[in-house]
């Protein structure tokens, strides 16, 4: 699956913007790794309002009004939801990239595609309203996933529906409809859906980290900074 890495290097200047934020300079990355202080009591961050607070806090730190990043992290936010919990080993590894904007903002596709799935994955702490969209380059199917949307955006759309590069196919969702998290889009590339339909792992355990990454490749290869 490393075919998909270099595929998506090779075309990286041709993508749109998912997000218009990341083509400002305004953009700093944030830290939610048990390194950053303000995470020491992670359970406080059930209260989304609270959590909500301590990004906004994050961002000003750093004069900045949109956060990013998270790939690959090993997170200790995922402690408020009971929905990481695994018989054996807690998930924590972060699969996607994070970009943290306000509730409302558009959504674009980065390439040409078609919708091949949507749910809305209600449970708290999970992805909310989720779309998962088909693309082909030079002959290589893969998937990117939009997690934490606004839910009437799901309604506009249908499996099969042809989207065109750049189209706005939703909006950043408000908590708690968006899965109650502070506002932020998930964004994930995966090279292979193995059967799986309105939903894929966005967290893992971090002993599994090399299988993941493989099918799950960097989607900073799109996003672009």
Do not use: K
């Not at 995470?39 to 406080?44: N, Q, S």
């Amino acid at each position: 699956m490393a075919e998909l890495s270099t595929l998506l290097a090779r075309h990286r200047a041709s993508f749109s913007p998912v997000l218009p934020q990341l083509t400002g300079a305004n953009v700093v990355p944030l830290d939610f790794t048990a390194a950053n202080p303000r995470l020491a009591h992670p359970e406080r961050l059930r209260d989304t309002a609270f959590f909500t607070e301590v990004v906004a806090a994050m961002l000003a730190e750093q004069h900045a009004s949109t956060g990013i990043g998270g790939y690959l992290e090993t997170r200790v936010i995922y402690r408020r939801s009971p929905h990481f919990d695994a018989a054996t080993e807690p998930r924590s590894l972060h699969l996607g990239v994070d970009v943290w904007v306000p509730a409302g903002t558009p959504v674009a596709a980065p390439l040409p595609a078609r919708v091949h799935s949507l749910a809305d994955n209600n449970n708290f702490g999970d992805y909310g309203p989720t779309l998962l969209l088909q693309h082909e380059l030079e002959g290589v199917t893969f998937y990117s996933l939009y997690g934490h949307l606004t839910r009437t955006d799901l309604a506009g759309l249908h499996v099969g529906q042809a989207i065109a590069q750049g189209q706005v196919i939703a909006h950043v969702g408000p908590y708690p409809e968006n899965g109650d998290w502070p506002p932020h889009l998930h964004f994930q590339l995966i090279a292979d859906m193995q059967g799986r339909w309105g939903d894929f792992p966005g967290v893992a355990p971090p002993s599994e980290r090399e299988y993941w990454a493989a099918l799950c490749p960097d989607p900073m290869l799109i996003l672009g900074r």
